[in-house]
């Protein structure tokens, strides 16, 4: 994926800032933190509120659709499910594992140090 065309990652967390951590699960964070990245510089950001969070089931795969009607290139979290991992790649969202504060995972995924998850 080539960053320098400006890429808009959605990170799965807890909080409502780019100071807090990855959230550890994707289908149940509270929040994601969505941001463009152009030129290998942090846009503006904003938060998107995961209301799929207290569902009883399928919350991946609800939140993984909540993504893609976003218009998101790349989801970052910490860990993600089979079945919301199949919707995101349908909508052709590319998923990349990342952990601690989500301004330094930012930059990890700027200069390609994250991994990708299939």
Same mark, same amino acid.
């Given at each position: 994926?080539? /960053?320098?065309?400006?890429?808009? #990652?959605?990170?799965?967390?807890?909080?409502?800032?780019?100071?807090?951590? *990855?959230?550890?699960? !994707? @289908?149940?964070?509270?929040? !994601? #933190? *969505?941001?463009?990245?152009?030129?290998? =510089?942090?846009? %503006?950001? %904003?938060? /998107?509120?995961? &209301?799929?969070? +207290?569902? &009883?089931?399928?919350?991946?795969?609800?939140?993984?659709?909540? #993504?893609? %009607?976003?218009?998101?290139?790349?989801?970052?979290?910490? +860990?993600?499910?089979?079945?919301?991992?199949?919707?995101?790649?349908? !909508? =052709?969202?590319?998923?990349?594992?990342?952990? @601690? #504060? /989500?301004?330094?995972?930012? %930059?990890? !995924?700027? +200069? =390609? =140090?994250?991994?990708?998850? +299939?």
């Amino acid at each position: 994926m080539k /960053i320098s065309n400006g890429v808009k #990652i959605a990170i799965s967390s807890m909080e409502k800032n780019i100071n807090g951590n *990855v959230a550890d699960v !994707f @289908g149940r964070c509270s929040y !994601f #933190i *969505v941001t463009q990245v152009e030129q290998g =510089k942090i846009g %503006e950001i %904003e938060v /998107i509120e995961n &209301n799929n969070v +207290n569902q &009883n089931s399928g919350a991946g795969v609800s939140t993984a659709q909540l #993504i893609a %009607e976003q218009k998101i290139d790349v989801v970052i979290t910490k +860990n993600m499910g089979p079945r919301a991992i199949d919707v995101l790649t349908q !909508f =052709k969202i590319e998923v990349y594992s990342g952990e @601690g #504060i /989500i301004k330094e995972v930012l %930059e990890k !995924f700027i +200069n =390609k =140090k994250l991994k990708k998850i +299939n």
